[in-house]
């Protein structure tokens, strides 16, 4: 087992392995596969290939197989979460809900000439003929549907989070260091931009870039301005990465109409951390707060073993699952 193996460290190691597992940690080149002479196996951790040379493999007669990893499906689905929450206003309407009916104005039946009155709501046992759609008559509650999406840093998560987009019809623009291969563009249904100009056209911004000096509080105010007025933020990123008092103070201002945190510049949450201030002040402000969960989920055991599953299948002459060469 060897992290971030140079090229030439992979050759002289791999002569004698029936199976390669590789993170994406450089290309596996066609002078890495000709090396591996025993090869039977390459097996990604992960869902993207770009980065492996299929036709090298083909040839050789060696299977490639992928492994998509729960804890970035799991940031995806936190993802998905994030932005329905906040489009759909769900904290605000948690206040709403929890008010007295006759807080709540209906307009009562008009007869020609008759001034308009309205009346407060009574409340009514509901069934086919009786209901109260929208009583508290909200204007602003949106759609995922056919938004532009925009995802700053893109590996495992953004290619996750990309193929759950896809369903809801959205047009998904990505920045990335390194530009994908068309194919994997085309695959993913994904189209590259630079950073600020991914600002400037998405509705909603998904950040996941990580930690590095350069991106020390990147999503400052003066880039915080530059998205559009009404978009919504969501970070999943490194939260060093972020203004967090621009980003509360574009909500304050209405410039954005809302964000979603599950990542924080202090970790645990600090109690005058701007956004939890803003939330704290104002129970319309519609930003939602998560304590740093995106990668949990619900399978007890580590899925570490699972990574291995396919070099026993490719050992015993067995199927292997995910294969893509």
Same mark, same amino acid.
């Not at 140079?6 to 002289?12: K, M, Q, W, Y």
């Given at each position: 087992?060897?992290?971030?193996?140079?090229?030439?460290?992979?050759? @002289?190691?791999?002569?004698? #392995?029936?199976?390669?597992?590789?993170?994406? *940690?450089?290309?596996?080149?066609?002078?890495?596969?000709?090396?591996?002479?025993?090869?039977?196996?390459?097996?990604?951790?992960?869902?993207?290939?770009?980065?492996?040379?299929?036709?090298?493999?083909?040839?050789?007669?060696?299977?490639?197989?992928?492994?998509?990893?729960?804890?970035?499906?799991?940031?995806?689905?936190?993802?998905?979460?994030?932005?329905?929450?906040?489009?759909?206003?769900?904290?605000?309407?948690?206040?709403?809900?929890?008010?007295?009916?006759?807080?709540?104005?209906?307009?009562?039946?008009?007869?020609? @000439?008759?001034?308009?009155?309205?009346?407060?709501?009574?409340?009514?046992?509901?069934?086919?003929?009786?209901?109260?759609?929208?009583?508290?008559?909200?204007?602003?509650?949106?759609?995922?549907?056919?938004?532009?999406?925009?995802?700053?840093?893109?590996?495992?998560? @953004?290619?996750?989070?990309?193929?759950?987009?896809?369903?809801?019809? %959205?047009?998904?623009?990505?920045?990335?260091?390194?530009?994908?291969?068309?194919?994997?563009?085309?695959?993913? @249904?994904? *189209?590259?931009?630079?950073?600020?100009?991914?600002?400037?056209?998405?509705?909603?911004?998904? %950040?996941?870039?990580?930690?590095?000096?350069?991106?020390?509080?990147?999503?400052?105010?003066?880039?915080?301005?530059?998205?559009?007025?009404?978009?919504?933020? %969501?970070? #999943?990123?490194?939260?060093?990465?972020?203004?967090?008092?621009?980003?509360?103070?574009?909500?304050?201002?209405?410039?954005? #109409?809302?964000?979603?945190?599950?990542?924080?510049?202090?970790?645990?949450?600090?109690?005058?951390?701007?956004?939890?201030?803003? #939330?704290? *002040?104002?129970?319309?402000?519609?930003?939602?707060?998560?304590?740093?969960?995106?990668? %949990?989920?619900?399978?007890?055991?580590?899925?570490?073993?699972?990574?291995?599953?396919?070099?026993?299948?490719?050992?015993?002459?067995?199927?292997?699952?995910?294969?893509?060469?």
């Amino acid at each position: 087992m060897r992290r971030f193996p140079t090229r030439d460290e992979i050759i @002289g190691l791999i002569a004698d #392995a029936d199976a390669l597992i590789t993170e994406r *940690s450089g290309a596996i080149d066609g002078d890495i596969i000709a090396a591996g002479k025993n090869l039977k196996l390459i097996q990604r951790i992960g869902s993207l290939y770009y980065d492996i040379d299929l036709a090298a493999a083909r040839q050789r007669q060696i299977a490639v197989a992928v492994r998509p990893i729960r804890s970035v499906i799991a940031v995806a689905e936190q993802m998905m979460m994030e932005m329905l929450d906040v489009l759909r206003r769900v904290m605000p309407l948690q206040q709403v809900v929890r008010m007295p009916p006759e807080t709540f104005k209906l307009s009562a039946p008009l007869k020609p @000439g008759d001034a308009p009155t309205e009346q407060p709501f009574t409340p009514r046992r509901t069934n086919e003929d009786v209901f109260a759609f929208n009583w508290s008559r909200q204007t602003k509650v949106g759609l995922l549907y056919r938004k532009t999406v925009g995802i700053l840093g893109f590996g495992e998560i @953004g290619a996750e989070l990309s193929r759950r987009l896809a369903n809801w019809e %959205c047009r998904i623009v990505y920045s990335k260091r390194a530009r994908l291969p068309p194919e994997t563009e085309q695959q993913l @249904g994904i *189209s590259y931009r630079g950073q600020e100009d991914l600002l400037r056209e998405s509705d909603i911004v998904v %950040c996941l870039l990580p930690y590095f000096p350069e991106t020390d509080q990147w999503l400052n105010a003066a880039r915080i301005g530059m998205m559009k007025r009404g978009a919504i933020l %969501c970070e #999943a990123g490194s939260g060093s990465v972020v203004d967090e008092s621009a980003v509360a103070d574009a909500i304050r201002s209405g410039h954005l #109409a809302g964000a979603a945190f599950d990542t924080y510049e202090w970790e645990p949450l600090k109690q005058d951390n701007p956004l939890l201030a803003l #939330a704290n *002040s104002d129970p319309t402000a519609n930003i939602v707060l998560t304590p740093h969960i995106g990668s %949990c989920n619900d399978i007890p055991r580590s899925e570490f073993p699972e990574f291995y599953t396919n070099a026993v299948h490719a050992m015993n002459g067995e199927p292997l699952e995910r294969r893509v060469a």
